[in-house]
């Protein structure tokens, strides 16, 4: 497995649930009705997207390059604090 990072927008919707989009992947949008299950569908759309890329015999963009694990990873999150 291969892990990649990549920023994504979480865009909520006035009827409820999130889009997903990722600025530096324009092909990756996706929605869920909650963050976690918005989350697991850009990985989903992630995984497509890969596949149809290596289908057609293209290198990967350059936002797509494997996580290494030495390198720090900036992660933002959102946390409910009573």
């Known amino acids: 497995m291969t892990v990649y ?42 995984e497509a997207i890969i596949d149809a890329i290596k289908q057609l015999k293209r290198p990967l963009p350059a936002a797509l390059q494997p996580f290494q694990a030495d390198k720090p990873l900036w992660v933002e999150t959102i946390l409910a604090v009573a």
């Open 5 to 46: 990072k990549l920023p994504l927008v979480l865009e909520p919707q006035p009827e409820g649930g999130y889009v997903v989009t990722c600025p530096f992947l324009p092909e990756l949008i996706t929605e869920g009705d909650t963050v976690q299950e918005a989350l697991a569908n850009a990985n989903n759309a992630l």
